[in-house]
C-alpha cells in the first residue's frame, strides 16, 4: 500500500546534514513495513535488526559505544558489510535502551551513514537505557492510513488527484461515491492490516475481527508495560473514551472515571497512553489570540483514539449505517466524525490543534487552528444540516476572519465560513 510519509523519508535521505531517524507511532501502524520498503527501493543494502527476542543482538551494545566495533559486530551478523550505500533499520529498538543510546554516536561518528530506529512508544518512553540521544536523532511520526491513503488502496488514484486540486465542482457531481468512501472508511478505519484484508476480502465482519485482535494486543502491551499499579487506570481511560466523546459537552472528566477522582489520580495513566500513541488530547484555549499555545488551559482537554475504525468499533457501530441516510452516526453525538476530522488534521500536519468551550459551556468550537496568522475555528458536523449556533457567537464575539465548517453539504464559501465537504479535509 502506498504511503504518504515515503516521500518524507525520501527527503530525509537526500538531506546531507541528516541525523539518525526516529520513526515514531503506536504498534501496528505500519512502520516496519514502510522502512523495508523505503530500503529495498532506495538503497542497494537493506540491513534490518530486530532486538524483540535476540539476545546476540542486543550484547553488541553492551560492551560501549564504539561506533567501528558496533558496524563490524552488525555487519557479521547481517552477513555484509554496511556502508553509506547501506540503510541500517533497527525494529523493536525500545527493548535495547543502549541501541537508543549509541544513535547519539551515529550522529557525532557517522553521519554518512543512514539509519533508523522505530519501536513502540511504550518501549521508547519507559527505555531502562542509559539516556536518549536528545538533539542527536530527527522524529518523523507515522498514523494510521489517512482517507486519501485508504483511496489510493481501493486504486482510486483519480480520486485522490480531484480531492488535492479542490476541483469543487467534479466532487460534487461525485459526491454519492466519495461518500460511500468516507463511511466506509469510518468502520474500517486505516489500520493497514484491516485496510489490506479489507480491500481483498470486503468482508465487514471480518474487519471487526482484525480489530478486536488489535485492541486485545494493546490491553496485553498495557499488561507488559503498565508501571507502579497504573494497568487498572489505563484500562478505565481507555475503556472511557467512546463514552466521553459522546457526551454532549466532549470535555474529560476524571469524576466520570471515578467518584471525587482528579488529574494528580489520572495523569501517568494519561501519559502512559499518549506515550504509546494510542490516544490524543487537545486542550482548551482561554483566548482567540496568536499564538493560540500561549492561552492553552491543560486542566480542560478532549481525548480522541488513534484510529476511526477503532473507535467505531469500541462504539458497536454497524456496518448497516454505511447505507444510512446524510446524518452519519448521528447517535454517536458526531464523534465519529470528530475523530475523523482530528486524525485527517494530524496527518495534514497541524499538531496544533486545540478547541475552545467558554465557561459556562455554551459555545463550543470543535477544533482550532493558526493558518496564515489566523485563527481558525472548524466546526464539525455528521450530517448537511449547517446550523452553527456556537460557531456565529463566535465569529461575532472574536471578530474571527476565517472560519471552516466539514459536514456532508456540498462546498460553500461565504465572507467568513467555508463549507467544505468532510471528506475532502
Known sequence: MKRQIFDK??????????????????RQVGKTYIVREFGEKEYKKFAYFNFDGNIALRNIFEMDYNVDRILMALSAEIGFKIDEDTLVFFDEVQVCGKAITSLKYFCEEKRNLHVIAAGSLLGLSYSDGTGFPV??????????????????????????????KRDYELIRALKNKLEKYFKIYCFVGGMPEVVENFIINKDFEY??????SILKSYDLDFSKHARNGQLEKIRMIWNAIPTELAKDNKKFKYSDLKK??????????????????????????????????SYVDNSCFKMYMLDVGLLSNMNHVSAKIINSENDLFVEYKGSIAEQFVLTELLCCGEDNVTYHIDENSRNQIDFIIEQDGNIVPIEVKSGINLKSKSLNNTILKYNIKKAIRYSLADYKQNDIVEDIPIYSI
Open 9 to 26: 523519508l525520501v527527503k530525509w535521505k537526500e538531506n546531507p546534514n541528516k541525523k539518525p531517524l526516529v520513526l515514531e507511532g503506536a
Open 135 to 164: 538533539g542527536k536523532v530527527e522524529f518523523l511520526k507515522m498514523y494510521p492510513l489517512s482517507f486519501r491513503e485508504y483511496l489510493l488502496a481501493e486504486k482510486e488514484d483519480l480520486l485522490v488527484e480531484i480531492l488535492d
Open 207 to 212: 474487519v471487526r475481527k482484525i480489530q478486536n
Open 260 to 293: 471525587n477522582s482528579r488529574a494528580k489520580d489520572f495523569e501517568n495513566a494519561i501519559q502512559f497512553l499518549k506515550d504509546a500513541g494510542l490516544i490524543y488530547t487537545i486542550n482548551n484555549i482561554k483566548k482567540f489570540q496568536i499564538p493560540i499555545t
